[in-house]
Structures are given as structure tokens and as C-alpha cells.
């Protein structure tokens, strides 16, 4: 499994089946979205035209002569619309979702030859096959007792016990304790970007993924709460949304709001059980920080109830992988039940999945998953932001190009970086891959195995370790992926949601995804030579990077940074220990400088302390230094037209002050910033 986030280019949305003088004819040929791989049995997905969709009801046939003859040659049992055309009616009906129908027949036909005397109607416009998703095997690595008493050597800005264990919010290059070869400030920059905020509730993010236990010490109080359901009635669907009681979520494999996370499967005989992959991916969105146990999560507040909301879109029960209908319901649901942010650690591998995907613009042969998307993505479900938005992981198959969907360029798709701060071994990267995150590594620069350098986060600790015939026993633990990255863009998102929602700031979806995109430091610099790294756990082998340059996204997401984007101050990256020069002209622009004059900049004593900042005043220049690395704003005061206030006889200058961010980082590496 693996992940991403929504790109929204100008030029996308429109249904490209649509051309001059109505919809395109398609040869039955044409009609296929897919290849017949991996594909559920005694199923199919069609497209049909508008008068068709609006003739059919659900669950019976067509009453069409044409259809009557097909669904009676192959044995069809029911036909019938895949989304809840009762909710959000008019918001669909844009999308198209009301023309898109599942047909079940006998599983013994072959689908294929079904799917062929579908694609003959003239008003089946599209033919899907259902594409399951296979479950892969993954594990976690428990996090040990003694690792949860660690000392906390530094000091940190919450009192999560296990804080100073993930680097990837704070990296301190901790070679010992983390990963041999760990450089400092390789990290999203958290510690930074909570100075500003560290969620909000009005923020709901959907993790699209196996179920999260949202009674986990760590997770419960940030979990979305459906209250008519909580306070509903069991049994029933108290809030009639399609779903019975669907306090946190639902499953969307079985169709219910009964979210599970346990090893039924395993028990029942079956090789993989539920991973803990769905509670990890949480966990790093949104666990409760500053609650004096376990971890932080990036958007997970401050320990006074006010973190981003956990929305579970279960995709994965126990051993059953998915299918491209349950995705497609399950989006559907995150958007018709609030959430605004869709976290997406999963995807098709190339070898299956979704082929035709990459030719499905010039075509229009998209299918229901894309249909899905671009509604939950044209809802509005934060008063701060028009549009919703959606990440995806890039996959951990170390190809040339993003998995599908995230490899839509509608989406962000992330990919993972290793402590050190350069590509990890597994992820993908090429075409549809946006922006780099930390994943962690599992293969090591020195060989000797270090599960610290991967992501930590919350486990469900009954879970059966798929490898080891035991369970996890533990409440943390750590897991490695593009799928671990993810959740960081996502939870990055959250932050930036929550910092407008609560500073009245309005944005939409496509300026949100630009910030995800831009707010970045530089990785093309370091990847050049090689470094060597050790499979399993001994052998030694070169890691080439020039193949990554260019091809792992636009840099690094930096929390901070993406604040202040929001916040349109200007931000000026320092290296620890090296003066930087910033002159007038990069804070109030390149205009005429000689009629703006610098006057006085003031650092606040606070500041000055916390970052060991020493200054000077030359020439329209201020001389900074930074001994510690934070972050702190200082004001700048200038003349604007004029040399003096008031100067001259009867015009004079205006004095101006602006702020500056100083965002002050340990290895930059000298362009380590964007
Ligand atoms: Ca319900
Ligand atoms: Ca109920
Ligand atoms: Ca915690």
C-alpha cells in the first residue's frame, strides 16, 4: 500500500467524452476503462448514457428490450447504481455519478465476454472491470518498553513521551539513537509550524485505508464523531446516509459503519490479517500530542481537545483486499459526511490495476474512482477552503512513474525520503510524483538494522504481526513506506486548514495544493554520486541518485514554510551559524530602491533569546545570525518614497514596517531552501 495529494491543473476537469456537439460516439472497443487483471468475478461496472440512467431504477433490469436480451444471455442477477444518488443529488448529477451502475450476473461467466456484449449497447457508454486490490503483507515493528521510558535529553515542545523518537517531525541528526547516517533538519519542520497552530476540529481528515482503531489511547480524542449516530439507535441508520451506525466511519468493504482492525482472518486460517497499517497512517496525522502518552501526530493539537478530526474509511477488512466500487463508495462517503482533506496510502501497482488510466484524458474513459475523486474534491467541507483536496502515496515499488490514481495529475503525490534526507530504496518516482516527505528506510547506509530510522506512530496493539506468529502487544510502533509519507503532506494540509480557519483566511483547494507543492526545501542539490546501502541487513550495495534528480517531486515539504506561505510573510531561511545578508529589496521588492530606505528593524527579546540571534545595520542590509535553530519574525521598518517621514517641502515618505519570518535550520546545505 502506499499514497498522495490533489493537484487541481487548470485545464482538467471537464469530462473529456464530452467534444463539440455532445458526446463522443465511442467504438464498443473503445468503451473499456481497464484490462480484465485481477478482476472480481460476476461483476462489471458501466457508464450508460443520461436517458438510460434516469429510466433505470436500482436493483431491477432495464425494461429495455436490449439490456432484458443481454442481462438474459449472461445470466444477470441485479443492476444497480453504485453511488446514493439521495444525498448530495445535484453535486453528483455534475459529476456524472448518477450514469454509473454495477452489474452482478454469475460468477461462473466469463467476464470478458460479459463485459463485450455490454460494450455492443449504444447507450453503455464506458465498461469498467472490478478491479480488486490486493491486500499486501506488511508489518510493523513494535516500539520496545524501554524505548517508551527514553530520556528526553532536549527540550521539546510537547510531552509525548515517544516526541523525541520521530525524527520526522524534528530531525536532530541523531546518528546512536535514530539511523546511522541521520542529518540534522531533514523533516517536515514541525516543531516550527506549531508555534502557529497545531489543528483544528473543524478540520476532518478521511483516511482512506484499513480501519483505525479509534478507541486507541492515542487516537480516541481526535476521532470524527457522527453524533446522530453515537447517540442513535444500534441496528440503525439514525442519520439515514446509507450507513448503519457509522459513529467514526465506515467499512466500506462490507457496506457498514462496524470499522475493524483485529485478526479475524488470521484466526480463520488466512496469511494476512489487518496490519495496523490504517491506525499507523492516523496516528501520524492526528494522534493527540502533548497528552503525556505515546507520540505526536503532525495535526494533533496541544493536548486541550483540539486536534484535526480522524474520519476511518475502512478499504481493507482483514484479508479481503478492495475493490475499485468500494474506493469509489468509500470517497463518495468522506465527502457526503465532511471531511475536507483525503489521506490515500494505497494504490494499483502497474503490473494491474488501472492501465489505461494514463490515456483516460484523451479518451474519456475515465472510471468510477476518478468520478469519485473529482466529486469529493469539487465538495466544500472547511469554512475556510472552497474545494476540497486530496493526497496520495507514489507507491514502494521503486518504478519510474507514480501508482494510479496518484498518478492523476489532479493530486498530490508523495514520495519518501530516509533520515539522511536523500530518496529511500522503495520509492517510486518519475512522472505524477509532486512533492518528498519522510517514508523512512529500511535499508541502512551501515548495515546494522535501526528500526528507529523508520516512522513511528500508533499501532493496535492486539494485531497480529503477519510474519511473526504473535501479536504487536504494543500501543507504537514503526512502519516504513511512501505510505508513511503521505500522512505527513496530509497532516500538513490539516495544519494549514487549521491555521486559516482560525486566522479567517479563505482559500481554495488549488491554492492549497500549490502551497503543499511549493513550500519545499531543495533535494535535487544532494542527489548526485552515490551512497551505499545494505539489503537486508548485510549486503552492501551502490544507491545511485543522479536517476532521482528532477523526478522525486519539488522538493521537501516544510511545515513552516507552508504556514507562512499562507500567511504571505516574507520567510528567510538561515543556516545555524552563518550570516545572511537581507537587504530592504527582499522584503518590500525590487522597485526604487533609492526613494525606500531602511530605518530600524526590531527583534523582540524573546526571539533574539530563542534563537541566539545576533544582528547587524549597514547600508539598507541587515547582518543576521542565527547560533540555535527556530523560528521567530522580526519587524522591519522602512521609508517608502521619500528618504525621511515627511520629508521635503510639501511631500514626503510614509513609514511602512512588514514582518520577516526568519526560519532558522541546522545543514541547509547551502540552497537547501527553495
Ligand atoms: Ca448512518
Ligand atoms: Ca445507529
Ligand atoms: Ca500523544
Known amino acids: 500500500m502506499f499514497a498522495l495529494v490533489a493537484l487541481f491543473a487548470a485545464s482538467c476537469v471537464q469530462d473529456p467524452i464530452m467534444v463539440e456537439g455532445g458526446e463522443k460516439t465511442l467504438a464498443a472497443t473503445e468503451k473499456f476503462v481497464n484490462k480484465a487483471e485481477n478482476v472480481a468475478p460476476g461483476e462489471l461496472i458501466i457508464y450508460v448514457d443520461e436517458e438510460t440512467a434516469d429510466a433505470w431504477t436500482a436493483d431491477t433490469r432495464s425494461g429495455e428490450m436490449a439490456l432484458d436480451a443481454v442481462a438474459n444471455e449472461c445470466s444477470v442477477e441485479s443492476v444497480k447504481q453504485v453511488f446514493n444518488m439521495a ?32 460494450a455492443e449497447l449504444k447507450y ?10 490486493e491486500k499486501p503483507k506488511i508489518t510493523a515493528v513494535p516500539v520496545s518498553e524501554a524505548e517508551i521510558a527514553a530520556t528526553r535529553a532536549y527540550e521539546e515542545p510537547f510531552d509525548d513521551p515517544k516526541l523525541p523518537l520521530q525524527w520526522h517531525y524534528n530531525n536532530r541528526g541523531l546518528n546512536e539513537s535514530i539511523f546511522e547516517g541521520a542529518k540534522a533538519g531533514e523533516d ?17 481528515v478521511a483516511v482512506v485505508d484499513e ?14 464523531v457522527n453524533q446522530a449516530e ?57 494522534a493527540v500530542s502533548n497528552n503525556g502518552i505515546g507520540v505526536a501526530g503532525v495535526a494533533g493539537g496541544n493536548g486541550t481537545g483540539n486536534g484535526v478530526r480522524i474520519m476511518s474509511v475502512q478499504i481493507f477488512d482483514a484479508n479481503d483486499g478492495t475493490s475499485i466500487e468500494n474506493n469509489a463508495r468509500g470517497i463518495e462517503y468522506a465527502a457526503d459526511n465532511g471531511a475536507c482533506i483525503l489521506q490515500n496510502s494505497w494504490g494499483y501497482p502497474h503490473s494491474q490495476g488501472s492501465p489505461k488510466n494514463d490515456s483516460a484524458y484523451s479518451t474519456g474513459t475515465y472510471g468510477i474512482e476518478l468520478t469519485a475523486l473529482r466529486y469529493f474534491a469539487s465538495k466544500s467541507n472547511c469554512s475556510a477552503m472552497t474545494g476540497n483536496v486530496i493526497i496520495f502515496a507514489a507507491g514502494n515499488d521503486h518504478a519510474t512513474m507514480a501508482n494510479y490514481p496518484g498518478a492523476f495529475n489532479e493530486f498530490v503525490c508523495v514520495t519518501a525520503y530516509a533520515p539522511d534526507g536523500l530518496p529511500t530504496t522503495y520509492t517510486n518516482y518519475g512522472p505524477g510524483c509532486n512533492v518528498a516527505a519522510p517514508g523512512g528506510e529500511t535499508e541502512l547506509l551501515k548495515g546494522a538494522w535501526s528500526d528507529n530510522g523508520c516512522v513511528l506512530s500508533t499501532l493496535p496493539k492486539e494485531t497480529f504481526d503477519p510474519y511473526l506468529d504473535r501479536a504487536y502487544g504494543s500501543d507504537y510502533g514503526y512502519m516504513a513506506g511512501t505510505s508513511m509519507a503521505c500522512p505527513h503532506v496530509s497532516g500538513v494540509a490539516a495544519l494549514v486548514l487549521s491555521y486559516a480557519v482560525e486566522n479567517g483566511i479563505h482559500l481554495t483547494n488549488t491554492q492549497l495544493n500549490d502551497i503543499l ?28 541518485l543522479d536517476e532521482y534528480r528532477g523526478k522525486v517531486g519539488t522538493g521537501k515539504l516544510d511545515a513552516t514554510l507552508a504556514i507562512m506561505n499562507l500567511r504571505g510573510a516574507t520567510c528567510v531561511p538561515v543556516t545555524v551559524g552563518e550570516e545572511y545578508a537581507l537587504k530592504l529589496g527582499e522584503i518590500v521588492g525590487t522597485g526604487d530602491l533609492n526613494l525606500t530606505v531602511m530605518r530600524e528593524y526590531v527583534i523582540a527579546d524573546d526571539v533574539k533569546a530563542r534563537l541566539g540571534i545576533s544582528a547587524d545595520y549597514f547600508n539598507n542590509t541587515i547582518f543576521i545570525k542565527c547560533a540555535k535553530p527556530g523560528i521567530g519574525v522580526i519587524t522591519v521598518k522602512y521609508v517608502a518614497g521619500g528618504t525621511t517621514v515627511g520629508g521635503g517641502a510639501t511631500t514626503g515618505g510614509k513609514l511602512m514596517e512588514k514582518e520577516v519570518v526568519i526560519i532558522s535550520r541546522e545543514n541547509n546545505d547551502n540552497g537547501g531552501w527553495l
Open 211 to 224: 480501519g483505525v482503531k479509534y478507541d486507541h489511547p492515542d487516537l480516541a480524542d481526535n476521532m470524527w
Open 124 to 133: 453503455v457508454r464506458r465498461v469498467e472491470f472490478c478491479t480488486m486490490l
Open 230 to 286: 453515537l447517540n442513535g439507535v444500534e441496528g440503525v441508520d439514525d442519520d439515514n446516509n446509507g450507513y448503519v451506525d457509522d459513529i467514526h466511519g465506515i467499512n466500506a468493504v462490507k457496506g457498514t459503519g462496524y470499522i475493524t482492525w483485529d485478526r479475524v482472518a488470521y484466526d480463520e486460517g488466512d496469511y494476512v490479517g489487518d496490519t495496523g497499517h490504517g491506525t499507523h497512517v492516523a496516528g501520524t496525522v492526528a
Open 188 to 204: 517536515i519542520g514541525a516543531y516550527g509550524a506549531w508555534k502557529y497552530t497545531t489543528g483544528n476540529p473543524e478540520v476532518v
Open 87 to 118: 444525498i448530495n443529488t445535484e453535486a453528483k448529477r455534475a459529476q456524472g455519478m448518477h450514469r454509473w451502475f454495477v452489474v452482478k450476473f454469475d460468477k461462473e461467466s466469463n467476464v470478458e465476454n460479459v463485459a463485450k456484449t455490454f
Open 517 to 544: 507543492t511549493s513550500s519545499v526545501r531543495n533535494i535535487d542539490n544532494s542527489l548526485t554520486g552515490s551512497v551505499v546501502r545494505h539489503k537486508n541487513n548485510k549486503t552492501a550495495y551502490q544507491f545511485y
